[in-house]
T-cell receptor, first 116, second 113 residues
Framework: DQQVKQNSPSLSVQEGRISILNCDYT??????FLWYKKYPAEGPTFLIS?????DKNEDGRFTVFLNKSAKHLSLHIVPSQPGDSAVYFC???????????????FGKGTHLIIQP | DGGITQSPKYLFRKEGQNVTLSCEQN?????MYWYRQDPGQGLRLIYY???????QKGDIAEGYSVSREKKESFPLTVTSAQKNPTAFYLC????????????FGPGTRLTVL
């Protein structure tokens, strides 16, 4: 039973355009969400996070939107650059619900391909 | 130069042998974690530790064991009881605050022959 779902295994976007990666979750106890970027045979790199008290968080070219009622979040990358080509993982945890330092629950990832 | 180190990068073992994967951090983080990644899958939590001398099972702890004798170190032993040990293993650490971010090491690719 997947609690964090990334339904698009891959996404191809032209350089300079907007990349939108989507993530849905089913566990209503999740209240803290993170996006990681990963290259093959390397550890994930933290990109951006958002807590349930916000609906948007922005950091440079990266913006994460959270729709709590729909249990949906998305990562926007504008403008997309060749170096953005990687696998992007959505992750979640229940922090304010007492999760503390529990581990993260990950989606299966979306492979983003930026085309020149 | 702070960070998380995992060694070795690639590890080969014969079936039936126990093997220990190393994870060290100098970030002064209280919490440490072990995840496993299989092809086409997300990361799945094996074990985590919020403080020295304490650790908790994650979602897929069977066939694995850990210890946390020092704050900086969280070794993972893959035992012969683990049915499918070949995978990419990732260690992470965090401050363990309310909304902590986990930072990952470079990973160890374990192949059991």
């Amino acid at each position: 039973d997947q609690q964090v779902k990334q339904n698009s295994p891959s996404l191809s976007v032209q350089e300079g355009r907007i990349s939108i990666l989507n993530c849905d979750y089913t566990n209503s106890m999740f209240d803290y969400f993170l996006w990681y970027k990963k290259y093959p045979a390397e550890g994930p790199t933290f990109l951006i996070s958002i807590s349930s008290i916000k609906d948007k968080n922005e950091d440079g070219r990266f913006t994460v939107f959270l729709n709590k009622s729909a249990k949906h979040l998305s990562l926007h990358i504008v403008p997309s650059q060749p170096g953005d080509s990687a696998v992007y993982f959505c992750a979640a945890k229940g922090v304010y619900s007492g999760g503390g330092a529990d581990g993260l629950t990950f989606g299966k990832g979306t492979h983003l391909i930026i085309q020149p | 130069d702070g960070g998380i180190t995992q060694s070795p990068k690639y590890l080969f073992r014969k079936e039936g042998q126990n093997v220990t994967l190393s994870c060290e951090q100098n970030l002064n983080h209280d919490a440490m974690y072990w995840y496993r990644q299989d092809p086409g899958q997300g990361l799945r939590l094996i074990y985590y530790s919020q403080i020295v001398n304490d650790f908790q099972k994650g979602d897929i702890a069977e066939g694995y064991s850990v210890s946390r004798e020092k704050k900086e170190s969280f070794p993972l032993t893959v035992t012969s009881a683990q049915k499918n040990p070949t995978a990419f293993y990732l260690c992470a650490s965090s401050i363990a605050g309310v909304a902590d971010t986990q930072y990952f090491g470079p990973g160890t690719r374990l192949t059991v022959l």
